[in-house]
């Protein structure tokens, strides 16, 4: 008999049953709670299970639900309600899923050392844009000297900002609090991720690594993407730092990060007003005293541009991608047509 109860763990609801049971006729519904190349470990109606993955279903991820067979093996992807997504950090125009069907994003970045503002704003981007809520999470807050809070504040328009220590428990009741569904970390090594991961799941189920004294900086301690039922409800999936945080398609994002600029330019002039020297520029006189720090508009417009390469690039490759299929097909038609004219 399938118990779906035994789902309820892993963010099986009442609206995921109404949305999926529809599309996946006689297969079994499961959640992804880790990859590992053309193999999953799932957990099913009937308990936890290790899943092929087929080729025609490549790039399933953690946190995805998907349809098994009898025989365990991924036969469909459900549709995923979010996804956080970046650019491949091999520099092609294709985009790296880093963990699906998220509802809170805990951007991680470590009190104790350089608050950097800009990789911020580049994270919120990314977790606006993938439609989950964002949390900025300042950790190590115990050994901090002094806490941005109100400068980390100022560019996360939207999103709630905390300080917490893992280990001295503080500010985890105020997280815990403001938790829904499943939630995702995501930030640099050394951020304090596996440590705030294993305080949440009340246990140490991630390794840790202390930073290194040299240089300040972490080591990839967790190198898969893992999802785990939380002690209270929701889900959480902790993920391995990220070096590079290139955007993927991520304007909406963008906006949302960057909601004060947006909003001053549509007080401008123009309205197609680039706010470098055009008179009657909103942002350009917020700038110009001192409520728009030049800083902000750097990261806006350096996110921005990169974004609009990005998203360039990936036409140009899909447009590549769609004369290829044309050219297979004409080549196939002279093909059959040369058959046709030898009988």
């Not at 917490?164 to 503080?170: L, N």
Request: aromatic share 4%.
């Amino acid at each position: 008999m399938v118990d779906h109860d035994r789902l309820v763990p892993y963010g099986w609801t009442e609206a995921v049953a109404s949305e999926y049971l529809p599309l996946l006729g006689d297969l079994v519904p499961a959640r992804i709670v880790r990859m590992d190349r053309s193999e999953c470990d799932v957990v099913t109606p009937f308990g936890p299970a290790r899943a092929a993955c087929p080729r025609d279903l490549a790039g399933l991820c953690t946190g995805d639900w998907v349809g098994l067979d009898a025989d365990n093996t991924v036969r469909r992807l459900l549709p995923r309600r979010s996804a956080i997504t970046r650019s491949s950090v091999s520099g092609r125009s294709v985009a790296q899923v880093l963990a699906t069907n998220v509802d809170t994003v805990l951007i991680c970045t470590a009190a104790d050392g350089d608050v950097d503002l800009g990789r911020i704003e580049r994270m919120l981007a990314l977790a606006w844009e993938s439609n989950a809520q964002p949390i900025v999470v300042l950790t190590k807050a115990d050994a901090a000297v002094d806490i941005p809070l109100d400068e980390v504040r100022a560019v996360a328009p939207g999103a709630t900002v905390l300080a917490v220590s893992s280990t001295a428990e503080v500010g985890l009741d105020v997280l815990t609090a403001l938790l829904s569904g499943t939630v995702a970390l995501i930030g640099p090594s050394g951020a304090g991720k596996s440590t705030l991961a294993n305080a949440l799941l009340g246990a140490e189920v991630f390794a840790t690594n202390a930073v290194r004294a040299v240089d300040g900086k972490g080591r990839h301690t967790t190198v898969h993407r893992e999802l785990r039922p939380l002690p209270g409800g929701g889900t959480l999936i902790d993920t391995p730092g990220l070096r590079g945080i290139g955007l993927f398609d991520a304007a909406e994002g963008i906006g949302k990060t960057f909601s004060d600029i947006e909003s001053l330019a549509a007080e401008c002039r123009f309205a197609d007003c680039v706010h470098e020297t055009e008179p009657g520029c909103a942002v350009l006189a917020a700038l110009a005293d001192g409520s728009l720090p030049e800083r902000r508009l750097a990261s806006y417009r350096k996110l921005a541009k990169e974004n609009e390469w990005i998203a360039a690039r990936t036409d140009k490759r899909l447009a590549a991608e769609r004369a290829q299929v044309w050219r297979t097909i004409a080549k196939e038609q002279r093909r059959q047509y040369r058959e046709r004219g030898r009988r």
